[in-house]
């Protein structure tokens, strides 16, 4: 079975400071796809990035970075220097190549308020 | 501005009314999926279609019909709900459901039943 476990359910901060998310994931399958989604109030999941199992390099976007390490099974998600419009619920998520291919497999999610 | 569009926002109908959700994408996207979403839960797929067959559905109960018209659209029908069928239901598309193709989410439509 696969899953994706998250185990901060809500983290507050205030403005500036850097703050990491953390995932923990569980799949037999060897290929696999390791995604993080942003959902703000207005309701929308907006897709933030995705990682291929065999792409160990981790990711900067602007303030966003993504550690991937596979000996642990870890996706973790750091903000440098947050801001307000941060605050949302961030979702990890894991799909397999083979097993459940069809499912994309969601943790409980991370509530993220950022306070002025 | 998302590129999965879904309608209605907001839905408000009684246990015996008839009603439909749409979701449209025009993004070439061959796989689309119905989630269900409770407060502070995360996403519960439905259904999912793939090339307009119907491929997974979550034992979802029969009050709750799914339809794909066209490569570009996905319904659902929703008969007879109940008050914990109260919930945000939201569309998805991807390329393919294969693959590591990224689900694309529209805004959802929050649904109450009385």
């Known amino acids: 079975a696969q899953k994706v476990t998250q185990a901060q359910t809500e983290i507050s901060v205030v403005e500036k400071e850097d703050v990491t998310l953390d995932c923990v994931y569980e799949t037999r399958d060897t290929t696999y796809y390791l995604f993080w989604y942003k959902q703000p109030p207005s309701g929308e999941l907006v897709f933030l990035i995705r990682r291929n199992s065999f792409d160990e390099q981790n990711e900067i976007s602007g303030r966003y970075s993504w550690n991937f390490q596979k000996s642990t099974s870890s996706f973790n998600f750091t903000i440098t220097a947050s801001q307000v419009v941060d605050s949302a619920v961030y979702f990890c998520a894991l799909k397999g190549a083979f097993q459940g291919a069809q499912k994309l497999v969601f943790g409980q999610g991370t509530r993220l308020t950022i306070n002025p | 501005d998302t590129e999965v569009t879904q309608t209605p926002k907001h839905l408000v109908m009684g246990m015996t009314n008839k009603k439909s959700l749409k979701c449209e994408q025009h993004?070439?996207?061959?796989?689309m999926y119905w989630y269900k979403q409770k407060a502070k839960k995360p996403p519960e797929l439905m259904f999912v279609?793939?090339?307009?067959?119907?491929?997974i559905n979550e034992s979802v109960p029969s009050r709750f019909s799914p339809e794909c018209p066209n490569s570009s659209l996905l319904n659902l029908h929703l008969h007879a709900l109940q008050p914990e069928d109260s919930a945000l239901y939201l569309c998805?598309?991807?390329?393919?459901?294969?693959?590591?193709?990224?689900?694309?989410f529209g805004d959802g439509t929050r649904l109450s039943i009385l």
């Open positions: 993004m070439g996207h061959r796989a």
């Open positions: 279609y793939s090339y307009e067959k119907l491929s």
């Open positions: 998805a598309s991807s390329q393919d459901w294969r693959g590591n193709q990224p689900q694309h």
